[in-house]
């Protein structure tokens, strides 16, 4: 039943990935869930609203494949992890700022709500930066635009690419930084 409504789906999974996510699921309810939300037609018949599980293993291949110039990455903290919800982001630092040459290790956690409502983001390596607190390490949604005005196509990699943007900003391009390889 999956396989079929799978392949009337125009999608780039494989189909090793997806028999690997349904291999180890170990509730069959969550996979007739996902499969029988695959596709909602919207009021003019050609909205498709793509399922979290299908939208979180295309951004894995994504992730995977390496994302523009290679200064931002992302993938999963554990390739077990049938829901996929815990994930790790790395942002290097960009050129003529204090942040250049930085390698910044964030945490991102995409909660059941994934992609209706956005990702907590959290850096591990320490950094200082306006929409960044500095005891936890978490991104502000309220400070941070993207997560603030979260959008369901928004994906990990426009909030990664956004805060690399963020650091390059006037209010935070010069800011004090903590000792390179700290974490909060």
């Known amino acids: ?25 170990q509730n069959q309810s969550d996979i007739e869930t996902t499969t029988s939300s695959i596709m909602t037609l919207g009021s003019g018949g050609s909205s498709v609203v793509v399922p979290r599980n299908f939208r979180l293993l295309e951004e894995l291949e994504r992730g995977e494949k390496g994302i523009g110039d290679g200064t931002v990455s992302y993938g999963m903290d554990d390739g077990d992890d049938i829901y996929m919800r815990s994930w790790t982001g ?13 390698i910044y290790q964030l945490k991102l956690f995409c909660d059941k709500d994934y992609p209706e409502k956005p990702p907590t983001v959290r850096f591990h390596s320490r950094v200082n930066m306006a929409c960044v607190n500095h005891e936890t390490g978490v991104v502000d949604p309220k400070k941070f635009g993207l997560l603030a005005n979260w959008q369901r196509e928004y994906t990990m990699e426009d909030i990664l690419v956004q805060l690399k943007k963020e650091m390059s900003t006037s209010h935070n391009r010069k800011l004090v930084q903590p000792p390179e390889g700290t974490c909060f």
Request: hydrophobic fraction near 35%.
């Open 1 to 25: 039943r999956l396989f079929t409504r799978f392949s009337l789906f125009d999608s780039p999974f494989t189909s090793s990935r997806l028999s690997s996510l349904l291999v180890r699921s």
């Open 90 to 102: 790395t942002i290097i630092g960009p050129h003529n700022t204090v942040h250049e040459g930085r």
